[in-house]
């Protein structure tokens, strides 16, 4: 059973457009929630985290919206750009569980130039 | 500074060998993890260990995957009479406590 599920599995969106990704969680103990960004060949590189006690959380063009009563976050991509092209996963962890994260299973994202 | 560095990057072995998979985490992180990551999935948790001390190897598929960290620092994964269901890239990850992970870029594992 999938603990944090994740859509789209790809999304393609043109240059300057908005990429959203959604993914929702079952375990309501979960307290920090996760988004990485990992590039073909390459090791998941963290993106921007949040804590259910706020909202939603903004860094440049990447935010995270977080709806605790819906057990549901989101990543949205402003200006998208073709460099941003890499999946995404979010992922979930709960506090005192040996930080064991648990991951969704991706979002391919292409942004066309 | 260096950041997490695994070897080999690649690896193919026949059915049944054992393979040896190294990290060197970030210099001075105490937290060390693995994480096995199949072609199209998100990673899956393996193991954790604080400074020698494994803590968590729950994720471990079967007793043919062991791994240590003898003195704190590198940390080896081994796998045992392999089988084609482990090929997938494993993945190390260290962290300062209580700080982000930082990944390598994976050790892939073909085994044929």
């Known amino acids: 059973q999938q603990q944090v599920k994740q859509s789209p599995q790809s999304l393609i969106v043109q240059k300057g457009g908005i990429s959203i990704i959604n993914c929702a969680y079952e375990?309501?103990?979960?307290?920090?929630f996760p988004w990485y960004q990992q590039f073909p060949g390459k090791g998941p590189a963290l993106l921007i985290a949040?804590?259910?006690d706020v909202s939603e959380k903004k860094e440049g063009r990447f935010t995270i919206s977080f709806n605790k009563s819906a057990k549901q976050f989101s990543l949205h991509i402003m200006d998208s750009q073709p460099g941003d092209s890499a999946t995404y996963f979010c992922a979930a962890m709960r506090a005192g569980n040996n930080r064991k994260l648990i991951w969704g299973l991706g979002t391919s994202l292409a942004v066309n130039p | 500074g260096a950041g997490v560095s695994q070897s080999p990057r690649y690896k193919v072995a026949k059915r049944g060998q054992d393979v040896a998979l190294r990290c060197d985490p970030i210099?001075?992180?105490?937290?060390l993890f693995w994480y096995q990551q199949a072609l199209g999935q998100g990673p899956e948790f393996l193991t954790y260990f604080q400074n020698e001390a494994q803590l968590d190897k729950s994720g471990l598929p079967s007793d043919r995957f062991f791994a240590e960290r003898p003195e704190g620092s590198v940390s080896t994964l081994k796998i045992q009479r392999t089988q084609q269901e482990d090929s997938a890239v494993y993945l190390c990850a260290s962290a300062d406590w209580p700080g982000e992970l930082f990944f390598g870029e994976g050790s892939r594992l073909t085994v044929l």
């Open positions: 375990n309501t103990a979960f307290d920090y």
């Open positions: 210099s001075g992180h105490v937290s």
């Open positions: 949040i804590r259910p």
